[in-house]
């Protein structure tokens, strides 16, 4: 039975975007998953009905001033009609951020995100890859994967003054290709018949 997997997610300078294609990619190559991206600043009626019927919802937003844009805080306090009926309980959930600093608070944001799913009664899925292990003073190469060592949800992070076109970096984009198909091979296993 195919499962569909829906992107929720917000991108102020197009970071956040790429990070949601690569989730996409990466929960495309589960066999049985359809995957829907949504940008939420432009949600639709239909857009709606696609995530009310969805198996899992990934919510994805950049890191701006320690939460997440006010663009999807829109989209999130925009869900409350869906929690008065509860129709997103039991749904698969998971969250990315992407941010132009190394640290950024972007915890704060996965925390907002977890949050609003546990609002909804879905369950919470993190991210699973080991980050690097580092010695001295050595740091994380960009193609390291899950360089910045998140494991509450995906975190990417994009030199402020790097346009989409080369941030975030290689490994970072492999990483969300890995939490998109964890999702989707989660939602598979867990999600409802």
């Known amino acids: 039975m195919t499962k569909t997997v829906s992107i929720a997610y917000h991108s102020g300078y197009g970071h956040t975007a790429k990070v949601a294609e690569a989730v996409a990619e990466g929960a495309k190559a589960v066999a049985g998953t359809t995957v829907t991206v949504i940008k939420v600043d432009g949600i639709t009626d239909a857009d709606w009905s696609k995530l ?32 008065f009926t509860l129709a997103w309980k039991d749904k698969i959930a998971a969250g990315f951020t992407n941010s132009g600093s190394y640290s950024g608070d972007r915890l704060a944001s996965l925390q907002q995100l977890s949050i609003l799913a546990m609002q909804h009664g879905m369950i919470w899925v993190g991210q699973t890859e ?12 960009i193609e390291d994967i899950n360089r910045v060592g998140s494991f509450s949800g995906l975190m990417t992070q994009s030199n402020s003054k790097s346009g989409p076109d080369i941030a975030p970096p290689s490994g970072d984009l492999e990483t969300a290709r890995r939490f998109g198909k964890r999702i989707a091979e989660i939602t598979n296993r867990f999600s409802k018949a």
């Open 130 to 141: 080991s980050a690097p292990q580092l010695a001295g003073t050595d740091v994380p190469k």
């Open 52 to 83: 009310d019927a969805s198996d899992a919802i990934i919510f994805g937003a950049p890191t701006y001033m320690g939460g997440p844009s006010a663009q999807f805080k829109t989209f999130a306090d925009a869900t409350s009609k869906r929690w």
